[in-house]
C-alpha cells in the first residue's frame, strides 16, 4: 500500500509518538492508536506493518464506520453460501485476508457489541468462524485498531467490552493534534505548497507571505492535518502569480456572504434564530474578577453583533472594527455557535 502521505515533523510530541510506533512495530501484540480526525492514524497503521516481521504480508484495512451494523461481522468474519438471505456464495472475511499479516481496524469504537464478542475470541484464541459455519478456521492476524473517542469512559458506561480492551491495549499510542505540534505547520505547510506547486506546474515556489503564514500558525486546525493540506492546497490552487508569495489564504470553503439561506418551509420544525440581544452594562458593585467580567461583556457584545448581522461573520467583523480572523478568535474563545 502507497500513500502520498509522508511522516512530516520536527515537534518532540509527534517525534515521541513515531519513536513509540517505531519500537512497538516488531512486536506480534495489538497496538491501539488514539486521536484526533486528520492526525495521520493510518500513517501508524501503516508504519507498525511495515516495519514488523510481517512487512511482506497482507496489510489490509476496515472502516468499521463505513458499514452497516448487520454487514460487520460478515466483512470482518467471511459467511458461507446459504448463511443469510443474499448469500448466493462462500465470501472470506478480513481475517483470513490478513492471514499472516496485519488487520487495521478504523473507528473501533463503532462496533457492535456482537462483533466486539467475536472479535474478541479471534483476539484470544486466533480462530474465526464465518457465518453459518460449524468449524473455526485458525487465522495469524496482528491487530492495530484506531479511533477518536474515550474507549476507557465507552467501557465504564457498558458501551465498549472491557476484556477486549484490554486485550487491544497492550500499547496505546496517542497521536498529538496538530495545534500542539510545535513548529510543524511551517513545515507541513511548506512541504505540501512545494508539491501543490509542482503539480501546478509552477516554475519555482514563492512560498506563503508573512501574514498568511501568521494566520497559519495562529489557526486552531480541528480537521488538523488533513484540514492543513486542503487550505494549503486550495490557496495555492487560487493564487494566480507564482512569481509572488502566497497572500490570501481561506479556512472555511463554505463561508460566503452570499452563502443561501435554508428556505422557510426547510425551517418550520427548526429552532427560531438567534435573537439580536443588546448586551447590558455590567454591575461594578459585583465584580470580583476583573479578567471574568471582562470576558462576559466581551462575549455580549459579540453575541449582540453576530445576531444583529444575522452570523454574517465578514458583516460582523466589520462593524466592530475587527479583521475576519479576530472575530473567529473571539466565536472560538467563548464558545459561540449559531444554533445556540
Known sequence: MERENQFIGQSGAFLDAVERASRAAPMRRPVLVIGERGTGKELIAERLHRLSTRWDEPLVIMNCAALPETLIEAELFGHEAGAFTGATKQRVGRFEEADKGTLFLDELGTLSMGAQERLLRAVEYGEVTRIGASRPIRVDVRIVAATNEDLPAKADRGDFRADLLDRLSFEVITLPPLRVREGDVQVLSDYFGRRMAAELGWEGWPGFAAHVAEQLEKHDWPGNVR???????????????????????????????????????????????????????????????????????????????LGKHRWNQRQTAKALGLTYDQLRHCIKKHALTDDE
Open 227 to 305: 484540514e492543513l493540506r486542503n487550505v494549503v492546497e486550495r490557496a495555492i490552487y487560487r493564487w494566480d502569480d507564482w512569481s509572488q508569495p502566497i497572500g490570501h489564504v481561506v479556512f472555511d470553503p463554505f463561508d460566503s456572504p452570499w452563502k443561501p439561506a435554508d428556505l422557510p418551509s426547510r425551517q418550520a420544525d427548526a429552532p427560531a434564530p438567534r435573537a439580536a440581544v443588546a448586551p447590558q452594562g455590567p454591575d461594578f458593585e459585583s465584580v470580583d474578577d476583573l479578567r471574568a467580567a471582562v470576558d462576559a461583556h466581551e462575549r455580549s457584545i459579540v453575541e449582540f453583533a
